[in-house]
């Protein structure tokens, strides 16, 4: 257990983050990854990240958008409700309360989305176009 008595910092889990990106083949692709963090006295924190504007978003049970792309790069944290997620290649995951997507798939086939649990609220983030997460460890 780390105490807040502990004065000194040590690498912390990192946090999860699910990518959403384009690969090579021209099809999005999942990746997770962890964001670097440290573990500090007042629990584990990552370091600040420049941003270039905040958004709020609710949408409707049922919602289903076919293929698209992600409008920015952005850091999607979903806070209620739970959406499904289909790649080009058939893959499909869910993500509900505390998952957070980075969704960088901004040219080719892209994703489709289904909202099947609402209404769900998600914050987005939206992050510069050299915001750099190359370094973060995959799991």
């Avoid at 257990?1 to 959403?20: F, K």
């Avoid at 990854?33 to 958004?55: M, Y």
């Avoid at 289909?86 to 869910?94: A, D, I, K, P, Y």
């Avoid at 505390?98 to 901004?106: K, L, P, S, W």
């Amino acid at each position: 257990m780390y105490s807040a008595a502990t004065t000194g910092e040590r690498e912390g889990d990192g946090v999860q983050v699910t990518r959403m990106y384009k690969g090579s083949d021209g099809i999005s692709h999942f990746e997770d990854v962890k964001v670097p963090a440290k573990l500090t006295r007042v629990g584990e924190i990552s370091r600040w990240f420049p941003t270039d504007s905040v958004l709020f978003r609710e949408v409707p049970e049922g919602l289903f958008l076919d293929w698209h792309l992600a409008d920015n790069r952005v850091f999607i944290a979903i806070l209620r409700g739970r959406i499904e997620v289909t790649l080009g290649e058939g893959v499909v995951r869910q993500f509900g309360p505390g998952d957070i997507v980075f969704a960088e798939d901004q040219d080719g086939r892209g994703h489709q989305t289904h909202d099947i649990e609402g209404p769900r609220m998600s914050l987005m983030i939206k992050v510069p176009d050299d915001f750099n997460i190359d370094d973060w460890e995959r799991i």
